[in-house]
C-alpha cells in the first residue's frame, strides 16, 4: 500500500517541482510522475517526495455523501 | 457540501458514525454467510489501518484477516540486508535507503549499528535526496538501496533518469524493487492456503492499476477489492467483499475509486519499463524464492547497477530464517502467530527471527504487541439489531 | 566572522575574557559575581535537584534554540516536583569554530527565560573542544528548587491511583515535530513552532488552589507515550485515553500524516501530563484556562483497573489497541 497521503497544490515551478501543503505542513515535491496537467487547487497523493496522482475530487464527494447517507438511514431504522 | 476541503479528505475517511455504520451493515449482512470469510489484507499499511483503528474488533467472528507479505522491508531476506551493509562497509562510500531499513537486522548486524560504528549510512524521506548527495560528494561512491513495492519503484526509475541527465559517474543503484501479484500467487496457490478474499493495496494500485488482479480473482475464484487505507475505506471494501461472497461474484472492484484506475498511472509505469526489467528469480522471507516476482536494472543500465559494479562484495548465498519459523504457514493463514513454537520466545519484536515479527505491520509483530489486552465488549452493534 | 576558539576554554585570559563579557553580563547575579569555585546557598526544608543535558540539532529552531531549551528544560523538571526554581548551574562544551553570535543569541536567550521565574544561574563551567568532538555546542544544566509540600504530598508517578483523571496541559507533540521537520534531509516548511516554555508560573497556581496533585511529568522525549507507560508501569495501574480527547495542532498531525508518525510519541518541551482525582479536574482546567500557552489543556483519560501496566487508547468507535513505549529511532514510514 505504501504510505502516501493527499495534499493540496499551492504552488507550482518551472522546474515541475510543486509545492504541497498538509494541514499546514508544505513540502516541495516532483510533478515528473503525473500523466496529467497539475493546477493550484489539485489535491494530490504524494510519496516519497513525488506526487503519484491527482484525487478524483467528485467522486471523493460522492463517496461522502453516500457515506452521509448510510449512517442516516440506520439512524432513521432505530429511530 | 460542495467544494471539498483538505480535511475531508481525512476526517470524511475516519468519521466514527460512518465506521459505526458500516460495521453495523457488514454484521447484517453477515449473518447470511454459509461460510468464513478469511481475507487477506496484501499490504503493510492495510494491516497498519486495521490494528491502529482496531478494525478487526468490530467484525463478526464469520470475518477474520489473514495478514499479508506485509512491507517491503519485512520480505526482504537476509542475505541481501547483509548486501546493504556489506556495501555501507566499503571504504568511502555512503550507503542510502529509505526509513526501516536501517533497523532490519541481517544475519549478523543492522544498518543502525554499522552506523554507529563509522559508516555513513543515512535514511531518506525521498530518493529524490540521493541526486543531491552523490553531487555532494564527487569523491565518495554513493550508492542507493532501492526497496519498495510498485507504488515506490518509479520513483526510483525517475532518481535513475535525473541521475543519467547529470551525468553522475559515483551514484549507484542497488534493485530491491518487487511485485504485488506473484507474491500473492505464490501465496494462494498453496492448496492449504486459506485466503478466500483479498483486499488489493491502495498505492500500488494506483501505480500499476486494478487491473493487475484481474486474473487472481479468476484462477482462485475470489472477491477482490481494492480499497482505500482510511479506516473507512477499509470497513466499506469488507462489506463489498461480504456482498460479493453472498451473490457468489469473484470480481475485483475498486472501493478507492477517487485514486485508483483500471489502467493506472501510465506515465509511472512507463518510466519503470525504461530502466527496469523483471528478474527472473527473487528469494521473498517467508515465502521463498517467487520467479519473476521482482526487479533489476536493465543491461544498458549496468554501469549504475550496484550489483555488478561491486559484485565482488556481495554474496548470494541464500540464509534462511529459524528452522522453527513458520512464517510462511502463517502467510498463508495456515496457521496463526501463537501455534508458532518460538513466537514470544526468541522471536519478538526486538529480535525477530522471520518476516512476520520484523516490522510494526507483521502479523507476529502486531499480535504480540496487542494480545495483552484482554479484549472487553465493544459497544454491542449486534445487540441492537436483535431488539429493533 | 569571530568565532569560539580552543584557548577560550583553556582558564587563562581568553578565557577569563569569554566568560565575563558573555556569561557574567548576562546571567549576573551576586552569587554568580563572586566567581568562587562553588557557590555558597542557604537552603530550608525539601529540596529537588536534577540535571540535564541538551544535544539538540538543528541549534536553533522555529520557536526556540538550545539555550532556553536548556533552562526550561531543567526548571520544568523541577516544578514537575511541585519545587520552586532557584537555583541553577550551567555547562558549555563548545566546539571550536562556533560562530560567536551564535554563542550570544543562546545565551541572551537563557537570560531571557530564567527572567519567567526567579532562579539564577549561580555556577557555571566552559570548555573548547577540537572539531568533531561535540556537534557545534552541548548545555548541561542542572536545578535545585525548593519544594512547599509535605513529601507525602510531592507528585510522583508511584501514586496515580484507580480513579484520577489524566490531564495534558496542551496540545502535544509540538517540539518534536518542530525538530524532525527542521532536519536538513526533510525540507518541509511550516508555522510549527517549539511549545519550549517554563511551566512554573502554571503549576505553581495548581498547587496554590489545594489540588492534591498525584503526578506531574513534562511529556519530553518518548513523548506523551513515554510518560503515560512509565506512570502504568510504575503505580501498575492501567491508563485509559480516549484517542479523539488528545490535543493535537494541525500542523504537527499534517507532519505526522505526512510521514507515518504518531504525535504521541513525539517530544515537548512546555507541555506536560498531570495526575489527580476525578473531583478537582474542573478546578484544574480553570486554572489552565488564565495561561496563554495552556488554552488547549484537555482531560483525556482515566486511571482504573482494566490492564494494570498498560495503557489502552479507546477510539470513539468503541475499539482499543494498547499505546506502546516508543522503541528506537524515529524512522519516516514508507508503507
Redesign the interface.
Known sequence: MCLSIPSKVIQIDAANIATVDTMGVQRQVSLDLMPDPVVIGDYVLIHVGFAMNKIDQEDALESLKLYQQIHDSLEAEEG | ??T?Q?????Q??R???????????IHQAAHALNSPLRIME?????THTI?????N??LPEKIDFIHGPG???CIMPKERIDHAIALAQMPNTILLT???M??VPGSKTSL?KQRALGSDI????????ALKIAQENPDKQVIFFA???E??T??TA?VI?QALALKLSNLFFHINHVLVPPAVEAILSDSACQVNALIG????S??SGAQIYQSLAVRYQMPIVVSG?EP?DVMQSILMIVEQALQERHEVEIQY???VTEQG????QE?IDAYLEPRSHFRWRGLGDIPLSALQLKDAYKSLNAESVFKAFLSDEPIDDHKLCICGDILKGVAKPQDCKVFGRGCD??RPLGSCMVSS?GACNAYY??A?????S??PIEK?RAT? | MKVIELSQGGGGAESQQLVQQLFYRYFKNDILLKSEDAAVLSLQGQSAFTTDSYTVSPLCFQGGNIGNLAVAGTLNDLAMMGAAPLYLSCAFMIEEGLPFETLKKVVKSMAEELQKTNAKIVCGDTKVVPQGAVDKLFINTSGIGHIKSASESVPSAHRLQKGDAILVSGDIGRHGAVVMSARENMNLQSDLKSDCEVVWPVVETLINKGLSIHALRDATRGGLAAVLNEWAQTSQVCIEVEEDKIPISDPVQGLCELLGFEAYDFANEGTFVMSLPCSQVEAALAVFQQFEFTQQAAMIGKVTEFQPGLVVLQTPWGSQRVLELPKGELLPRIC
Open positions: 457540501m460542495s471539498l483538505l480535511q475531508d479528505l481525512y470524511g475517511f468519521e466514527p458514525k460512518t465506521i459505526q455504520a458500516l460495521a453495523q451493515k496484501v499490504c503493510g499499511g492495510h490494528m491502529k483503528y482496531g478494525l474488533q468490530l512491507c517491503p522491508v529509505l526509513g526501516d536501517i533497523r543502525a543515512r535514511a531518506l524521506y525521498s530518493p529524490l535526496d526497496i519498495g513495492f507504488t515506490t518509479p520513483m525517475a533518469q493495496p491502495s498505492h500500488v494506483v501505480i487505507f473507512v475509486s477517487r485514486a498511472n501510465q506515465k509511472a518510466m519484536p526486538s505491520e504487541r496487542y495483552e489486552v484482554a479484549l472487553r465493544v459497544k441492537k429493533a
